[in-house]
């Protein structure tokens, strides 16, 4: 089992930044993906940001250029670095992790989730 502790979320104004923390603990693979997706009200989950134990990350296009992802793999932590915030980025953040096995199949883990609130 794998457990995600998230932590950072707030209310911050539009144009201010945030960082969102997420520290894991417990069976986590070598080769496993961390990341970071949010839920506003009435919306589905949507990816914000991934990346891979190598190093390898990956955006989506609303957090491209404000946004930046880093991990630390001592810690077992990673970190959402969150720039030039909109209201429309107003979501619960959820920290993701994936265990890959050596054979490709994959286990996901999902942390409680964080608010960010972004006032106009």
């Known amino acids: 089992q794998v457990k995600l502790v998230e932590s950072g979320g707030g209310l911050v104004q539009a144009g201010g930044s945030r960082r969102l923390s997420c520290a894991a603990s417990g069976s986590i693979f070598s080769i496993n993906m961390m990341g970071w997706y949010r839920q506003a009200p009435g919306r589905q989950r949507e990816l914000v940001a991934t990346?891979?134990?190598?190093?390898?990350?990956n955006y989506a296009d609303s957090g491209k250029g404000r946004f930046t992802i880093s991990r630390d793999n001592v810690e077992n932590t990673v970190y959402l670095q969150m720039n030039s915030l909109k209201p429309e980025d107003t979501a619960v953040y959820y920290c993701n992790l994936v265990n890959i096995f050596r054979d490709g199949l994959r286990n996901d883990y999902w942390g409680q989730g964080t608010q960010v609130t972004v006032s106009s």
């Open positions: 990346i891979t134990s190598g190093g390898s990350t």
